[in-house]
């Protein structure tokens, strides 16, 4: 089965395209560089330079390529930018994924495993949350997300072409071997700041606010493994095929940590000091984030295997430490 990733360059894209390449998919990715790495790509995928909003470059990739799946990660992803810059989300995100189901449709291509995020939520009203839970998203990212999911809804109602929206919450750590791993310019989350500072490449980590309603006044989330994240990608696409029926999951790990807790475990990992101060609150942050992912056990059959937090943060720093300058280091 031929499989399109578009975003493939990407953090989690380059992860599911190794994985889909190691269980015998053919790949084609399709990736502008915007924030993705070529060197990320595997070197047996077929690699398009371009940009999803250019139709005549989709089509040309179409023509050329018997797609039968698209796998999309291609996206702006800033939380903080998306409220300034809210057509910047729109225009990429939005329209993006209008080209690529236009372009499916012109190639009758069936099946899109598409992420989403836990941003569609916005504020929980309970935890765990549930796929059922109210979607409403507190920044134009999440709502571009929720915008996206919609489309695919219609498009299966019209076209017939079956979805499975994957809304991730907390995505980090890197693949085992660490060949690859997570380089963003700008880093905004988590995970890679707390290793930057324990690499010296940051003074400290700033603590976004210590006074939310948790035990120890920190935020909590959900991290799920970016490789345990990308299993769920390919039974999204077994499950695509078997029954030819659209559907949404939450992939997380059903376990909060608070910013503390991430930063004691990093120290615990790395063995190295990473100084914290504590600083403002970050606009829009919901106190905490966990989702129930039940659903893609049961209906997926996925089965999480590196769930454990320590874990996630040893891959991480195995990858940070041998490439403290990401895709640039020698
Ligand atoms: N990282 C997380 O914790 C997280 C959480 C929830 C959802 N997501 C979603 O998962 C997806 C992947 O996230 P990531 O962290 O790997 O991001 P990333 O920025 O590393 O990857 C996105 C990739 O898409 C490419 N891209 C962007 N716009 C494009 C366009 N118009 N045409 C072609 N390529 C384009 C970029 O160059 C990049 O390689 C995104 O859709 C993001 O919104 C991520
Ligand atoms: O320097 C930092 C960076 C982050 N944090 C805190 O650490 C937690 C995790 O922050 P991230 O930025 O790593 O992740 P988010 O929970 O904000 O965002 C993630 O989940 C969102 C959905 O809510 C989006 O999908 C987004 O793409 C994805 O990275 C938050 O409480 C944040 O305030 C800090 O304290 N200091």
Known sequence: MIIAVLGGAGYIGSHAVDQLIKKGYEVVVIDNLLTGHKEAVHEKARFYEGDIRDKVFMQSVFSKEKIEGVVHFSASSLVGESVEQPLKYFNNNVYGTQITLEVMKEFDVKYIVFSSTAATYGEPEDIPILETAK?????????????????????????????????????????????????????????????????????????????????????????????????????????????????????????????????????????????????????GDPAVLVASSEKAQKVLGWQPQHTNVKTIMETAWKWHSTHPKGYDSK
């Open 135 to 283: 979607t409403l998203p507190k920044s134009p990212y999440g709502e571009s997300k929720l915008m996206m999911e919609k489309m695919l809804y219609w498009c299966d109602v019209a076209y017939g072409i079956k979805s499975v929206a994957l809304r991730y919450f907390n995505v980090a750590g890197a693949q085992l071997e660490a060949k690859i791993g997570e380089d963003h310019t700008p880093e905004s989350h988590l995970v890679p700041i707390i290793l930057q500072t324990a690499l010296g490449q940051r003074k400290e980590i700033t603590v976004f606010g210590d006074d939310y309603d948790t035990p120890d006044g920190t935020c909590i989330r959900d991290y799920v493994h970016v490789v345990d994240l990308c299993d769920a990608h390919i039974l999204a696409l077994e499950y695509l095929k078997a029954h030819n029926q659209s559907n949404v999951f939450n992939l997380g790990s059903s376990e909060g940590f608070s910013v503390k807790e991430m930063i004691d475990v990093a120290r615990q990992v790395t063995e190295k000091e990473i100084p914290e101060k504590i600083g403002e609150r970050r606009a």
